[in-house]
């Protein structure tokens, strides 16, 4: 597996998905832009929300579009597209962008990730039981668990 894409887990924020990618070089996580705009609007088409609210910060002369990033993120159809990602800074500023009484709840929870992060930087079993938490959540183990089968030892 390519360095990349180890870093790269979905998160959760009230119950929708958020794609982001650790950058160790920079030691910041990338947030998939269209995931949060999708989770501030609760648009149905997130992609063309944030097209027009890209044109609209071009116009203003915002810096937040030239300092987004295209990444890799794998799609529902299990393929990877190039889609624009941002580190929290500019998610920060995004926010304020976007009228959304979601906006103090997304704040909050970007501070909490960050320092989640942290703490799993310094003890990796954190980092571990949160993946397991997640799993869980997503009922991927029980499809895993399906898939492994585990040869019985004998005694």
Same mark, same amino acid.
């Given at each position: ?46 992609? #063309?929300?944030?097209? /027009? =609210? ?11 579009? !030239?300092?987004?990033? $295209? *990444? ?30 979601? #906006?103090?709840?997304? /704040? =909050? ?11 799993? !930087?310094?003890?990796? $079993? *954190? ?29």
């Amino acid at each position: 597996m390519k360095k990349q894409e180890k870093s790269k887990v979905v998160t959760i924020f009230e119950g929708n998905q958020i794609r982001r990618y650790w950058d160790e070089d920079e030691e910041l996580w990338y947030f998939s832009v269209i995931d949060v705009v999708r989770v501030l609007t609760s648009s149905v088409d997130a992609g #063309a929300y944030w097209r /027009k =609210l890209k044109q609209r910060l071009n116009k203003e002369g915002s810096e937040i579009v !030239t300092k987004c990033h $295209e *990444l890799k993120f794998m799609a529902k159809d299990g393929k990877y597209y190039a889609s624009d990602a941002a580190n929290t800074t500019v998610i920060l500023r995004l926010i304020q962008s976007i009228p959304s009484p979601n #906006a103090e709840p997304f /704040k =909050l929870w970007l501070a909490r990730v960050g320092y989640e992060r942290l703490e799993e !930087t310094a003890d990796p $079993e *954190l980092a571990i039981n949160r993946a397991l938490k997640t799993y869980l959540q997503k009922g991927v183990l029980s499809q895993l668990r399906r898939q492994i089968r585990v040869p019985h030892h004998r005694s």
